[in-house]
């Protein structure tokens, strides 16, 4: 299994610009597609932004598509999600998540089918 940790967020105005990390360990970190997903109080965990384990497939929110960017440095087993022009309404806890079904041809908005989890860091943006 892999272990998920995740960092860079915090406390940013309206129009601002935060970069996210998902730092992992344990299994071959290339075997694993990577989800972001985001749970705000009081609403249900959606779905951000996701990336097949080569790079080469890229998914996105309708809500973030153009001001986030996905990304990730398998020889670095570490994942990011790069956030531009952050709206009050990203304000969040945001969580990475791996899926071990690499012979898949696609990435998945579904939380249901990540595997691993990290543990969230929190974004908020102050308007």
């Known amino acids: 299994q892999v272990q998920l940790v995740e960092s860079g967020g915090g406390l940013v105005q309206a129009g601002g610009s935060l970069r996210l990390s998902c730092a992992a360990s344990?299994?071959?970190?290339?075997?694993?597609?990577i989800g972001w997903f985001r749970q705000a109080p009081g609403k249900e965990r959606e779905f951000v932004a996701a990336i097949s384990w080569s790079g080469g497939i890229t998914s996105y929110a309708d809500s973030v598509r153009g001001r986030f960017a996905i990304s990730r440095d398998n020889a670095k087993n570490a994942g990011y999600l790069q956030m531009n022009s952050l709206k009050p309404e990203d304000t969040a806890v945001y969580y990475c998540a791996a899926d071990d079904r690499k012979h898949r041809a696609v990435v998945t908005s579904k939380g249901s089918e990540y595997d691993f989890w990290g543990q969230g860091t929190q974004v908020t943006v102050s308007s």
């Open positions: 344990g299994r071959t970190f290339s075997n694993y597609h």
